[in-house]
Each structure stands twice: as structure tokens, then as C-alpha cells.
């Protein structure tokens, strides 16, 4: 985690658009608008999916980050630093999938050098292949 640079961002908030992918090829891509917000400790953010706005939040405040998203992950799971990932903040966490082995999910929160802010997602199968999920492109709006 880039602490250092998330500390210049904290009381900032973003608009932007996203996109999220369902189609098993990762084709086809849902757009929708998008906010987020900077606090100490965690990242905010609202999208829409189907007519109906949907909320998720980062926690890094304390021991172990959290994720938390109103639409495919209700309830908080701890989450794992990646420690030398590239970006601000990269996490992620396994979880079942019905019977067989547990598949993947990261988190990467980055900065852009034009200075947008990116949060991207991606499912990990048990094999290692990773899939886009969800990519939401923010600019500064305070």
C-alpha cells in the first residue's frame, strides 16, 4: 500500500464511469456512472447497476483491510495486502464458488499520471487465470 500517497488524497471526492463485465468471455461491457470518496482509512464508492444505486467500501484503518459491496460481496471479508503490487492499494481474498477449490478476487486502486483514479477488480480461477470484473475511472471533483 502507497500510504504516502493515499494521505494526499484523504477528504477528495470522484466522479466517473465505470464499466462492469458479466458475459463469460469478458466482452461485453455494463456502463454506468460513479463516485468515490478518500477518507483516513478507507475508499468509498457508489455505482448503479440496473437502475439501482449500489455502495462498497475499502477499509484500511486497521489489522487486516476489508471489502464490502452492496451487490456481490454484502457482507465485509477480510482481505490480504499484495505488498509489492504496483499502485496505491491492492488487495485480495479467496472465497467458494460451490464445490472445488476457492477462486480469487483483487482489488487494485491506482492513479493514473493524468490523475484520474482507477479501481479495478478482478476474478482469479483456482488455475490462476484472471478476469475482468468491474473498472471504475474517476476524476477530481474536490
Known sequence: MNGAEISQLIGTTWEGKGELWLDPLGDEAIRYGCTARVDAGAVTYTWHHEGKKHEGRL????????????????????????????????LDYTYGAGEGPPWGWRIVLSRRPSGELVLQMTNVTPWGEEARAVRMVFVRKS
Open 59 to 90: 477499509s484500511f484503518a486497521g489489522e487486516r483491510p476489508t471489502f464490502v459491496d452492496s451487490w456481490h460481496q454484502q457482507k465485509h471479508v477480510e482481505c490480504r495486502t499484495l505488498a509489492d503490487a504496483w499502485g496505491l492499494l491492492a
